[in-house]
Structures are given as C-alpha cells and as structure tokens.
C-alpha cells in the first residue's frame, strides 16, 4: 500500500522493553491481539497497523507495519507518529504533548486534515486584503480613513456568508465547504484586475465574505466530527493552519516592493487554492453527525431545526462585538503603522509579520491542550487581557520592545483562541449550529466595523496609534470579563449533553 512505514526493534529477552512488548498496548493507539505474537490497532488514527514478536534466541524482533493517511499535513506528523511508535508507553501514562486529548480515528484524521488544508484557503482569503490595502491604496490616492472606510464596506459583506450558513443547515457541511473553496479564492483573484480602489473594495467585498463562510462551516464540521475531550484541540490544529494560510499572504507581501502595482500579484497567488477545493470534492465526508440529524429529520416526531437560543446567541455575540473592536483595527492598521511610524517596506513588513506571529502556533497548540483539559473560562479571562496589553504596547514603542510585545501578544492570543472560538459551535444544536455562526460572524462584524470607523477618524486627527489601540482595547478586557462570567463551562461534555434537543445516538462515534 502507497505510503506504509516499517518499524522495527531488537529486544533483549526477558528485558522491560521486551516484557512490555509482549502485551497489547495502550498508549498512542490500543492493540488487541489476533494470535500469539501478532498484534492489530483497536483503536487509533492509522489506516492500517501490526505488529508482529518474534523470538530468536535471546533476542525478540519487533516489527510495526502501519500507514498513516492525513490529507497535506501528513509530513508534520510522521516524526511523531514514528517516535510515538518506536517508544511505547507503559499503561497510564498520558499521550504525547502533540497527540489530542482522545485517540482519533482513521476517518476523523482524514477530515481534520482536510478541513486543515481548507483552512489554508480560508485564511488567505480573509488575511489577502487586509495585508495588501495599504499598498492598494498608496497606489490609488487614498487616505487612513478611506482605507477604514473601505475595511467596513469589505466586512459588511459578511451578509454573503449566511445564506451558505444557513444551507449548511439543510444541504449539509460538504456541499457548502466544498463550493466555498471554489468561489473564495476566485473572487479573490479577481481583485488583481482592479482598475480602481473601490473596485478593489467590491470583490473584496464578495471574496472575503466567502472566506468566512468556509472558515466557519469548517469550525461546524470539526466541532461534530471531534470527540468530547479533543474539540478545542482540533480547533488549534484549524487555527495554525490558517496561520499558515494567512502567513502566505504576509510573505508574498515582497510582490509589493516589485513596483507600485507589486500587490496584484498577491491577489493572483489565489489560484493556487484551486488545488484544495479539489482535494476537498473528491474526498471530504459529509460529518456523521449532520448525516444522522438529517436521517432524524425524516421522523415527523423529530424537531429537526429546533429554535434559537437567544440567551446563548446574545452572549457569544456581546463578546465577539466587544473582542472585534480591539482584534480588527490592531490587524488592520498593523501594516500602516510599520510603514508609516516605523518606515518597513514591504519585505520589513512580512519578516517582522512571520516573526513575530509564528510563535503564535506553540500558543495554539498549548491553548487547545489546555482548553480541553483545565477548561475554556479561565484561560479566556487570564490570556485576553495580557495579548491586549502587549499587542498594545507593540503599538506604542519601537525597536525590540515592539517585536517583543508583538511575539508575546501572539503567543497570548493563540492561547485564548481556541476556548474563545469554540463556544460559537459547542453550545448550538445541529439543526441550527451552521445559521447559528453564520449569524454570530454577521453580529461580531459590527464590533470590527466600529473599531475600523473609529481608529481611522482618530488616527486621521494625530492620535499616536498606541492611545488608539489602547482605546480600543477595552473592547477586549469587557469580552475576557463577560466570558468569564457568563459563559458556562463545557470542556469534556458531549454536544449531546450541552444540546439536549440533538437526538443522541448511543451506539456510534456521534455521541462522542
């Protein structure tokens, strides 16, 4: 079979090594043994998977036969996999740092790769504007306000992203995660061919927004694919995909240094996204739990969209609104700043970007570890405050005190992400979970058009861009504290349980 690994051990007879060896494991992947000597995966994220002891004298020869099928990150976890491997553990210890909470199985592997890859997508088309409109509009002629001008009307068309939230309600998770990553990378190319900036604006309008819908719809299907305890770490994996994805963007920034129409060049490089929209047609699945509320929705003694919770809306709403304030004006205005105050050009620009934000991952990671095992509410309220305070302060002073404040603020970040982001799926059933964050990313657009309107006007009246963000910060310390409060605590929980209208199946991975 393309893609199988062979590992193999020598083992002293009668040694701890060998003494371990000889029992199914438990670990990384649970065994159960077929006949004396041979053993196969019970449960674990590999394709397939053996292992074979055989006695030769003193010696026992182990053999581990295995493949393992992750979709265009499979490279990032053959190490791991293969020490993880190689280095059983005894019984009870925990699972490697890397490794999710829960064992995954071969199919939530495969979709967590795939949703990965369009992650990659998702994030370009959402991170494309907002790293190039400065250059854009050096080019046209338009000033700060302008640009924020701009950034609302490009937000506002977020309004496209529910009509495919909502489908995704009815039709199902696929079929709009697949037709969104054919549209929003062409919509995005299109902004290559702008003759004007308001042009610009307008399919910026349509291929942001379409972005979006995929990121969401993308957070949908993990949320039902993943297990109880492994949710928040799936969207950690989501999220330093799309780092990457957006880090694409940030490094094809050098187009820009080409001449004064260098940033068309960063529109075009959507294209390449093609690729994965066509990975996802031919082999993204439909998520089992949606597959089995659809088949519920046929029984006419079933609800199959049961009502909004306005309560629950309401809330995730008033802490998105309030984060946005701070989130969408400090990324927005970040390349202004290092090319107004601080004079980058557009090379200085990327470096200090790719720096500064890819430390961010081993945030993500330890965010989503720590979601699923400590819990959401603390780790909200302790890392907002601190990345608002950094991410601050890189706006106020320069030199290595504004890379540090920058790399801080995005390792702070990226461990809040994951708890924050998860809530928007976990506390909605299946039958409205896709219109629920259709509409909560409609809402929270309200919170990044104000801090857009407001930092340009204040911006374009002398205020230094560390008073305007330390404004606009508050936004942040209110969601960390309303969060805090009011959210309840769901590490650990089923949907099932935190959604009691979803019909439970009790003999499948669904209820997990």
Known sequence: MSGQRVLTRVLAAGSDEATLAADPRDDFIAEREVAPGRFEQDAGPLETYSRTLEPDGGIVRETITYHLAIPWFGWLFALPVRSAL???????????????????????????GLLAAASLSAAF?????????????????????GQGVGGVIVRLGVIIAVPFAVLADRLGRRRMIVLTAWLAPLFCAL??????????????????????????????AATEEMPRSSRAYALSVLAMASGLGAGVAVMALRLADLGSNGWRLVYLISLLWFLVAWDLQRGLPETERFANHLAASA???????????????????????????????????????LDDVRHYSGGGIALFTITTATPAALGLVAGGKLADAVGRRVLLVVCLPLSTLFLVGAFSIGGPVMWAGAFLGGITAGLAYPAFNVYRTELFPTGNRGRANGLIT????????IGLIVAGYLLDRNWSYGQVMALMGVGQLIAAVVAFIAYPE????????????DVVDEAGPRAS
């Open 299 to 337: 029984d006419a003694t079933t609800v199959a969209n049961p009502k909004l919770d306005r309560a629950r809306f309401a809330l995730i709403c008033v802490v998105a609104v309030a984060s946005n304030m701070f989130v969408a004006p400090a990324s927005f205005f970040q390349n202004r700043y």
């Open 490 to 501: 769901t590490a650990h929980l089923t949907l099932e349980a935190l959604n009691p209208e």
């Open 86 to 112: 190689r280095n059983p553990r005894p019984p009870g210890m925990p699972l490697p740092w890397w490794s999710p909470p829960d064992r995954l199985t071969p199919r939530q592997a495969r979709m967590l």
């Open 442 to 449: 409609a809402v929270s657009l309200a919170g990044s058009s």
């Open 125 to 145: 088309a959402n991170t494309v504007f907002t790293q190039t409109v400065n250059f854009a509009a050096d080019s046209f002629g338009i000033d700060k306000t």
């Open 191 to 220: 902004g290559a061919a702008s003759p004007s900036f308001w042009v610009l604006v307008a399919t910026q309008s349509i291929g942001r927004p379409l972005g979006l819908a995929l990121a969401l719809l993308i957070t949908v």
